[in-house]
């Protein structure tokens, strides 16, 4: 069966400082996909990255980015120089091909100015 | 990019009342739809995956003859949830597959609804 685990439930910091999120997965799939999401507030999901299976490249994306290591299952997620409008609830979510996500409980990040 | 409308972003009932939420894709067909519930502080729990023409596909724990879901057309899909009772208040989510640029698929999600019943 498919699992997501974020052990953090909640993080604090100060603006400006790096945060890492950690997100830990189960499958028996050979492909698969991982997500994360940002959820704020107003409850909408933001979308943040896909990542398939067979590409271990970590990306970049202006101050986030994501490091993917199959062998320890982990897909982690790293907030540089943190700003106050990062506070939100971040998901990490696993998909099969094509099929539902199934979803980890989330980490509440609190960046405090 | 795929754009997923959900309606209303609000609600509020009496128990007893039924609610209808609407999903529709506005620019791609979507044959399948999943329908999420997120309880406070909580994470997103599946409830639901409907494919368009055919019956929905229930989790485990989730009544279907509460929560009713069409998806008769590519371009919609709707839950309603009949005889509502304040348990049943809660953030509901919708969500599309959408083909994906490349190999496999991705997800679009609606803005969600916050129902309450009073």
């Known amino acids: 069966a498919q699992k997501v685990t974020q052990a953090q439930t909640e993080i604090s910091v100060v603006e400006k400082e790096d945060v890492t999120l950690d997100c830990v997965y189960e499958?028996?799939?050979?492909?698969?996909?991982l997500f994360w999401y940002k959820q704020p507030p107003s409850g909408e999901l933001v979308f943040l990255i896909r990542?398939?299976?067979?590409?271990?490249q970590n990306e970049i994306s202006g101050r986030y980015s994501w490091n993917f290591q199959k062998s320890t299952s982990s897909f982690n997620f790293t907030i540089t120089a943190s700003q106050v409008v990062d506070s939100a609830v971040y998901f990490c979510?696993?998909?099969?091909?094509?099929?539902?996500?199934?979803f980890g409980a989330g980490t509440i990040l609190r960046v405090k100015s | 990019g795929a754009v997923v409308s959900q309606h209303p972003s609000r609600v509020i009932c009496k128990s007893g009342t039924s609610v209808k939420i609407e999903c529709r894709s506005l620019?791609?067909?979507?044959?399948?739809m999943f329908w999420y519930r997120q309880f406070p502080k909580q994470s997103l729990m599946l409830m639901a995956t409907?494919?368009?023409?055919?019956?929905?596909?229930?989790e485990q724990g989730v009544e279907k003859d509460k929560f009713l879901i069409n998806h008769a057309s590519l371009t919609l899909s709707t839950l309603t949830v009949t005889s509502a009772h304040p348990e049943d208040s809660s953030f509901y989510i919708c969500?599309?597959?959408?083909?994906?640029?490349?190999?496999?698929?991705?997800?679009?999600f609606g803005s969600g609804t916050r129902l309450t019943v009073v």
């Open positions: 969500s599309a597959r959408t083909p994906n640029q490349g190999l496999g698929y991705g997800y679009t």
């Open positions: 979510a696993l998909g099969e091909y094509g099929n539902k996500l199934v």
């Open positions: 499958t028996r799939d050979t492909t698969y996909y």
């Open positions: 990542r398939n299976s067979f590409d271990e």
């Open positions: 409907s494919n368009e023409g055919s019956k929905a596909t229930y």
């Open positions: 620019d791609f067909q979507a044959t399948t």
